[in-house]
């Protein structure tokens, strides 16, 4: 069975840093493009990094130039460094393969992230 388990968030004031990490396990995580989504409350849960599996990049236009995402395949793990944080990144963080994801599958609890003063 595929699992995602996501860790790293908290409360941080704006301008701060976080730096979330994902566990995969049950696949061959070599093969499979990841991303980092995120939930905040009343909004539908939306894509804002994604990492493929030559490792290219892309990013929603409201992390650009602010978060990373990069994966490491030995570990199994895709992290997403959270720069210059804002209130509005507040939300629930998610990692998942676009795939699974658009299917419904597989998500994790995923990691609280709170930016406040």
């Known amino acids: 069975q595929v699992q995602f388990v996501e860790s790293g968030g908290g409360l941080v004031q704006p301008g701060g840093s976080l730096r979330l990490s994902c566990v995969a396990s049950g696949t061959e995580f070599s093969h499979v493009p990841m991303g980092w989504y995120r939930q905040a409350p009343g909004n539908q849960r939306e894509l804002i990094a994604h990492?493929?599996?030559?490792?290219?990049?892309n990013y929603d236009d409201s992390v650009k130039g602010r978060f990373t995402i990069s994966r490491d395949n030995a570990k199994k793990t895709v992290t997403l460094q959270m720069n210059h944080l804002k209130p509005e990144d507040t939300a629930i963080y998610y990692c998942?393969?676009?795939?699974?994801?658009?299917?419904?599958?597989?998500w994790g609890q995923g990691t609280q992230v709170s930016v406040s003063p």
């Open positions: 998942n393969a676009p795939g699974w994801a658009s299917q419904g599958k597989f």
């Open positions: 990492v493929g599996v030559e490792r290219l990049t």
